[in-house]
């Protein structure tokens, strides 16, 4: 089969259609991987970013956040030990809860629905329109004419914003004592979501979006199917309708085992599922046999245990199965991202198992280089970063 260009991969494992290798999705936020594909060792700011980019670029055929620079700590960060071990991408980075009561909790989704009841009034949805076109034109001009079919924009109903604030225990309490305001919270978060959909929506900027929110834990879900079908289902399914009025297929993204609630993600109009965490319960091979003829999958190699703990042979023989597995409309990646937690060797391996060869570095001993740059940096070295809850 003749080599097809990353957005005809992208748009044929869509469709399920045959594709000349099977297409990579991830997002990517490895120190090594940046330099081993770039040669350079990402600095903080717009350089490092750029850096990320086109290691992205290098390496991928579908990604989310692209183009994101490594920044050093908040300055309100966590001294808990447990927890230094951050990301030093911002987006990865894990801040101490300020709310230590019930009734912090409820002052703060007041203060917020007062903001959000405004959002007309300071929002000129063209200038955002604007300003995301800039954007992907900045990316765009960092990367290959050939380059990685980049995420649109990801889009939530506000849960995973007022629980991860709140915390999920003052969250449950709300749910309880005041399931009106949360709903109020959940419906203008949606509202002004849907807007900036319609005013930035465009698939020749990207033919693909990432709507999400995190419902699951291990082998169960964080909230009761009745809550969902009547709180966050319907609201995510006007998401993906304001896509789908453009064009433009949704990505569903959940960390752990949504098995219960896929009938209805169905139902709202999901196209494509990530990140089908193993570890967390799902399967490849499940999923793809219950609605491989409805869903894109995207995702399916640990990223806890096994890239960063395993061994390449172990990678690869995983990402071989998981192929079989999934014979059309895969995207093979890991359980959410590649951090640096991730063993070099080991997200190598995945490449290869898609490129049918072992990717060849920016230079011949960029290995080497590598290794050499960790040991000066040993005694202080960026950390690792944090995993998911359902990560384990």
């Not at 009034?121 to 955002?128: F, I, K, N, R």
């Not at 109020?184 to 807007?195: G, K, N, P, S």
Request: charged letters at 25%; a negative charge.
């Amino acid at each position: 089969m003749a080599q097809m260009t990353k957005l005809e991969r992208v748009l044929a494992a869509f469709d399920h259609q045959e594709t000349d290798r099977v297409p990579l999705y991830d997002l990517m936020l490895n120190d090594d991987c940046i330099e081993y594909f770039t040669g350079v060792y990402a600095p903080y700011g717009e350089e490092g970013a750029k850096l990320q980019a086109q290691a992205v670029d290098r390496m991928l055929d579908m990604a989310r956040c692209v183009g994101v620079g490594p920044h050093p700590p908040p300055a309100d960060f966590t001294d808990d030990p447990v927890l230094l071990k951050y990301a030093r991408f911002a987006s990865l980075t894990y801040r101490l809860n300020p709310i230590r009561s019930y009734e912090e909790a409820v002052d703060w989704v007041k203060q917020r629905l007062l903001q959000l009841g405004k959002w007309r009034d300071h929002t000129d949805l063209a200038q955002v329109a604007a300003d995301n076109r800039r954007s992907f034109e900045k990316l765009y001009g960092w990367l290959s004419e050939d380059h990685v079919v980049c995420c649109l924009r990801q889009s939530g109903v506000g849960l995973d914003d007022i629980r991860g604030h709140v915390g999920i225990e003052f969250f449950s309490y709300l749910c309880a004592d005041q399931p009106g305001l949360v709903a109020e919270f959940l419906e203008l978060h949606t509202e002004q979501e849907v807007a900036v959909i319609h005013a930035i929506a465009d698939p020749a900027l990207s033919p693909w979006a990432l709507t999400y929110g995190d419902i699951a834990a291990k082998n169960m879900l964080l909230h009761s199917p009745e809550w969902l079908r009547q709180e966050f289902h319907p609201r995510l399914n006007r998401l993906n309708d304001a896509y789908h009025e453009h064009g433009i297929r949704c990505l569903f993204h959940s960390d752990g085992d949504i098995m219960e609630a896929l009938p209805d993600l169905l139902a709202t109009g999901i196209d494509g599922l990530n990140p089908l965490e193993t570890v967390a319960g799902m399967d490849v091979g499940e999923v793809y046999r219950l609605y491989g003829d409805k869903l894109f999958l995207t995702g399916g190699i640990d990223m806890s245990q096994l890239l960063s703990n395993g061994t390449p042979a172990q990678v690869r023989a995983v990402c071989r199965k998981a192929i079989a597995d999934a014979p059309t409309g895969y995207f093979m990646g890991s359980t959410t991202e590649i951090d640096n937690s991730a063993r070099l060797e080991n997200v190598l391996a995945i490449v290869e198992v898609s490129w049918g060869h072992h990717p060849s570095g920016a230079r011949p001993d960029i290995m080497e280089q590598i290794r050499r740059r960790k040991e000066r940096t040993r005694r202080h070295p960026r950390p690792a970063g944090l995993r998911r809850l359902t990560d384990g």
